[in-house]
């Protein structure tokens, strides 16, 4: 499934994933919705890992889009997230701005901003409530290896 990525006019921190090239099935609350163009998702560190993640194309198939807001966690816990160079398809994202909780088994492990690891989620957030109460989670798309 070919997913496309919106953000809201009105709210700038929330982003739309659907596989209506159209967007028409996002939700009106944050309407109106703009493209986010596959040049600035090429270089986004954040959305970047997410438009190929296997939980994504779940939420999309089974309630027609997934909505994620980029922003600090209100209670001061942050969601880091981290890019496996082992496995190109895992992203990890952890409490820990160093990523040093992150499996062993993806390492090394490299902040997807560049050289700072970056807060991304905030509380209400799926990704960030699991980060909370695991440490950690992972996304994984394409089971694919770099060697």
């Not at 209506?20 to 703009?34: F, S």
């Not at 994202?93 to 909780?101: E, I, L, Y």
């Not at 990704?127 to 950690?136: L, N, T, Y």
Request: hydrophobic share 40%; proline share 6%; no cysteine.
């Amino acid at each position: 499934m070919r997913l496309s990525l919106f953000r809201s006019v009105n709210d700038p921190r929330e982003f739309g994933f659907t596989a209506d090239a159209a967007g028409n099935n996002l939700p009106a609350d944050y309407a109106p919705w703009e493209r986010f163009d596959d040049a600035a998702l090429a270089v986004d560190g954040i959305l970047a890992p997410l438009m190929s993640s296997e939980h994504v194309a779940q939420v999309v198939q089974r309630d027609g889009f997934y909505i994620m807001l980029i922003a600090a966690v209100a209670d001061d816990t942050k969601t880091y997230i981290f890019a496996s160079e082992t496995h190109t398809a895992v992203s990890g994202f952890t409490s820990d701005p160093a990523g040093d909780n992150l499996p062993a088994d993806y390492a090394p492990w490299r902040p997807v901003s560049g050289r700072r690891a970056k807060p991304i989620a905030r509380k209400t957030d799926a990704i960030a409530e699991v980060v909370k109460r695991d440490g950690f989670f992972l996304l994984s798309g394409k089971t694919t290896r770099n060697r």
